[in-house]
């Protein structure tokens, strides 16, 4: 990923969570960027952001790194069953993680879930944009892979 996009991105989002709101920014971002990039270092971030989190908002130390890393642990899992790189997945798991955050750290509310919901749905749109990726469909890609049109020439 284009780094030099991400990290003042990622950097706002976690201090506008810590001074402004209760919205959980930082899992959104969390979540977008381990659909679009699957690599293992999202957990370490993942954690780290989460200790600081904690120590920050004075909580218990390490709850919500152990929430951020489960929420993208059971993505993973689902990779396989689900198509994840899509928005309706996105809004989906934003939705329920949201939910579950919410419920857990703070009051749960409806409204804000679905917000937190419509802001994953955007920032999905916005970072695959940023890393010139095509939204993926699995029809798409099977019925026009390129590779399989270039073979028959």
Known sequence: MKTKFFWP???????????????PLVLLMLLNIFVIEKKDWIFL??????????????????ITSIFLITVLFLVGLYEKKFETSSIYFIFTISFISSAIYLEIFYRFSLVQSLICAFLGGVIFLFLSLLINRKISSSYVKKKYDTKLYFKKI
Do not use: C, P, Y
């Open 9 to 23: 991105v990622f950097i706002t989002a976690f201090i506008i969570e810590i001074v402004l709101t209760s919205t």
């Open 45 to 62: 971030l993942a954690f780290f952001s989460g200790i600081i989190f904690d120590v920050v908002s004075l909580r218990v130390i390490g």
